[in-house]
């Protein structure tokens, strides 16, 4: 090797050693700087112990002054002096057991005194000189709203918003509440189509939540760089006062470089390159449906009526509607066949269709949350009317689809107490016995997973399967063999928040919808469809308003799924979706079940199906 060549090698390994400098530098001031933040807002929960001296109007005066470190803002517990705590062989008395009656918040400190005002009390509880004040007992209950971006840079609000989630939970002196649980309370709270938020808004959101507080984090650009703002709220939405820090070297928060979005083209991420021998499908936007007049909740596609052609299912909350491609004129549509009114009153956990009692026509599964457990419903299309067929107490089923379109009916049993799971038991596979639909076998999948949100495949045709399921912060797994072979970002899917009549909001769950792959191309290598909801505007109370939907193609390379499609962004947000043969032309597409207006605040509900080529 010249010279030369081996001293541009040299400065080559240079200039990578620090640009990886660069960015774990990065990561490290942004790690360093939250810290330092949680630290600062330990100040708004000091640990202190003083008296109330006075009462005047609306303001309590308190015997804590200057000297004990404190800031405006504060909050402080009052106490009531209770049982004494009293060692059970000496019989000593050890302390006093002192019970919160209500909080306090710092409105003005002097030298020797300090002045607050009441935050909340109990029913009979009179603030009175002599009351003793202190710290706030155990964990302080704080509910973090999503980071808002004031920047104009684009930058990974995301990624350092579970970094911040995941260093106050760390502290010790939290309990977090992350933006999954403050969206599953808005939905509770009746504000699903999140608009028109306010103080009084967070309040209802706060009803399920009981948050001792908000938090809202922010970037904000200053000259080169970042101001990094935590605001305090109060748990209806009042500002209590902010800390603050400078990231001078915010590389770490810059958006990965990422190829243009468009319709009509492929991505492909550089990590895994596709061979040149095994090129990737095309998926182009095929076309729209009418607007359609209703609130859509599931979507499934199958031959219900026997006659080889797919038909769309489509669930409202009161009503199943049947649809089949048509031409009208130049145009693709999908044609009305018939409505089943008022099948329902109850939320709709699952649907889905596949011929399991082998007699051509494909039946409908549709599962519901009846009060405390499930219902499973199963219907046939039969001679122009949907005819019910079986009806089951306490069981979850899904229709699973493999990339090659084979379709299993799996269940899992769920439990007739609040005090219970909802969910109970092992996933198994069902099949038909000539009068029901009965246990077969059990699903060999880890117990943290549940019927919800996962599906198995074949990913390498070598016979293995493979488990691909939601975690908690809406991430693809794929494990093998319990071995995690990848993950994917997080993703915005759509969930159904599901509280059971009589359970503490608190511990309901939010199920995820199903995940869909399917084999494409002459080499029939799987592919992973997503759909993704964005949420771009941000405002005081950081709660995200779906406004728009995408979708991803993932590529299986046999090691990881690699993306080769991201579509443009459509109005509306996605709730559910299906692979399938919807224009009966012998190619695969993909259904997309879009609501564009909610049927909330006297609203008329509008939805919209999505249809794009994957073949």
């Known amino acids: 090797m ?13 200039a990578l050693q620090f640009v990886c400098a660069q960015g774990t530098c990065a990561q490290e001031e942004f790690a360093r700087k939250s810290k330092l933040l949680i630290q600062e807002l330990h100040t708004f929960f000091p640990v202190v112990t003083g008296t109330v001296v006075s009462v005047r109007d609306e303001h309590i005066f308190i015997d804590i002054g200057l000297h004990e470190n404190i800031r405006v803002g504060a909050q402080l517990a009052l106490l009531a002096e209770g049982i004494e705590i009293v060692d059970p062989k000496s019989q000593k008395v050890l302390g006093k057991y002192e019970e919160q009656i209500g909080a306090i918040q710092l409105t003005e400190i002097q030298e020797q005194f300090s002045v607050a005002k009441a935050l909340w009390t109990e029913a009979t509880t009179e603030i009175a000189p002599g009351t003793h004040v202190g710290s706030i007992p155990g964990k302080v209950k704080v509910a973090i709203l999503p980071i808002a971006d004031q920047t104009e840079q684009e930058l990974q609000t995301d990624s350092a918003y579970e970094f911040f989630v995941d260093a106050m939970r760390a502290d010790g002196r939290f309990t977090v509440l992350d933006a999954a649980d403050i969206k599953a309370a808005a939905i509770t709270a009746g504000l699903a ?42 748990k209806d939405g009042r500002e209590i006062g902010k800390a603050q820090e400078i990231l001078r070297d915010h590389a770490a928060l810059q958006q990965r470089v990422t190829p243009e979005k468009s319709a009509l083209r492929q991505d492909v991420q550089q990590e895994v390159p596709v061979a040149e021998t095994q090129p990737a499908a095309k998926q182009t936007l095929a076309w729209f449906s009418e607007i359609l007049p209703i609130r859509v909740h599931k979507i499934a596609v199958g031959d219900l009526t026997g006659d080889g052609r797919n038909e769309v299912i489509l669930a409202t909350q009161n009503d199943l509607k049947l649809f089949e491609y048509a031409r009208l004129g130049e145009k693709d549509a999908f044609r009305p066949l018939t409505t089943m009114k008022g099948y329902n009153d109850a939320k709709i956990l699952a649907l889905g269709v596949a011929d399991i009692n082998g007699n051509g026509r494909e039946e409908i599964f549709l599962t519901t949350l009846r009060s405390v457990s499930a219902e499973l419903r199963v219907f046939e299309f039969d001679s122009g009317t ?202 695969q597409e993909v259904v997309l079940a879009k609501v564009l207006q909610g049927d909330d605040f006297f609203k008329r509900p509008k939805s919209q199906l999505m249809v794009y080529e994957l073949d």
Do not use: C
């Open 386 to 587: 949907f005819r019910e067929i079986q009806r089951n107490n306490g069981i979850v089923m899904r229709i699973l689809r493999s990339p090659e379109g084979e379709k299993i009916l799996v269940g899992q049993r769920t439990s007739a107490s609040t005090s219970l799971d909802f969910l109970s038991g092992k996933i198994s596979v069902y099949t038909w016995d000539g009068n029901n639909y009965s246990r077969h076998r059990t699903l060999n999948v880890p117990g943290r997973v549940d019927i919800f949100g996962f599906t198995t495949a074949d990913l390498d045709g070598d016979g293995s399967k493979a488990l691909l399921y939601y975690d908690d912060f809406d991430r693809v797994d794929v494990l093998r063999e319990g071995t995690r072979l990848w993950r994917s970002r997080k993703n915005e899917a759509y969930r159904i928040p599901v509280v059971r009549k009589g359970e503490d909001p608190k511990k309901g769950r939010r199920i995820p919808g199903k995940i869909e792959l399917v084999a494409l191309g002459q080499d029939r290598h799987v592919h992973l469809i997503l759909f993704e909801n964005l949420s771009p505007f941000r405002f005081i109370e950081g709660l995200p308003l779906y406004n728009a939907s995408r979708i991803h193609v993932l590529r299986w390379t046999g090691e990881s799924f690699e993306r080769i499609f991201q579509s443009e962004d459509s109005d509306g947000y996605t709730v559910d979706y299906a692979v399938a043969d919807v224009d009966n032309d012998g190619r």
């Open 193 to 234: 189509s999140f608009s028109d938020l306010d103080r009084q808004a967070l309040s209802r959101i706060n009803t399920s939540l009981e948050a001792q507080n908000f938090l809202q984090l922010s970037f904000q650009a200053d000259a080169d760089t970042i101001l990094m703002q935590a605001l305090l709220l109060s």
């Open 2 to 14: 010249r010279r030369t060549d081996v001293f541009m090698s040299f400065l080559v390994v240079l």
